[in-house]
């Protein structure tokens, strides 16, 4: 994570801690077999809030 928080293109306040617990939470409510859907859309909420965005309350913090 350390080298695309270095080439900017995931955020640099996101641990791996993070992403784990995030993921290990799609899988206790989206764990079933009839629940894929579910699953997907949920796993799409964390990867996308990794990317890097410029924002102005991120500009600040520099």
């Known amino acids: 994570m350390a080298a695309d928080v270095a080439g900017r293109t995931i955020r640099p306040d996101i641990g791996p801690g993070d992403v784990l617990m995030s993921l290990g939470g799609v899988t206790l409510l989206a764990g079933e077999p009839g629940q894929r859907d579910l699953a997907r859309r949920l796993f799409d909420l964390p990867m996308d809030g990794l990317e890097h965005r ?9």
Request: hydrophobic share 10%.
């Open 54 to 62: 410029e924002t102005p309350a991120r500009q600040q913090q520099r």
